[in-house]
């Protein structure tokens, strides 16, 4: 099994654990629904926010889907908006399928995000007909979060009030 990483955020410790994969453009983990691993395939995918991104939202209060499960979603298409104690944010989708499944618990009550990220307070699934190939093991994940760190820090200090992707330097930001 692949190692878990650690990222250092300030005091804070960003666990990313090694059976998941990433999906960078928006901090977000990603298992087979199936409890089957990560093996890229096509399949059910569950998805959900790392600890890293949870770290930088803080405390998560509102979380709204703009997609309902049954229908077509693409990668990096708007699908929900988020509001923390530190942002509201438009959330995007990190794979191109059909969402078939959301955390219904999680409108009512979000705070299994803030509490359980890696387990109950997963996001969606997603059927997903083709691999989602863009997906990153935790030690890439670990990789860009350091080669973005400097980034990250003037974003939070310079009071941007929203959640965004050190990848917006390289013209890509999807929060």
Known sequence: MPEDQVF????????????????????????????????????????????????????????????????????????????????????YCPATGILLRINETLLEDPSAINTDGYGTGWLYEIDCAEAPNHLIDATAYRKHLEDNWEHTQRVLKGGINSISDEADTQGDDNG
């Open 8 to 91: 250092a955020i300030g005091k804070h410790r960003a666990h990313l654990p090694g059976n998941l994969l990433y999906a960078a453009t928006n901090h977000l983990w990603a298992a087979r629904a199936d409890g089957s691993g990560i093996e890229m395939a096509p399949g059910v995918w569950r998805f959900g926010f790392t600890s890293y991104a949870i770290a930088l939202m803080k405390d998560v209060y509102f979380l709204d889907w703009s997609f309902a499960p049954g229908l077509n979603v693409r990668h990096l298409e708007e699908i929900g908006h988020i509001e923390t104690s530190k942002a509201e944010s438009d959330l």
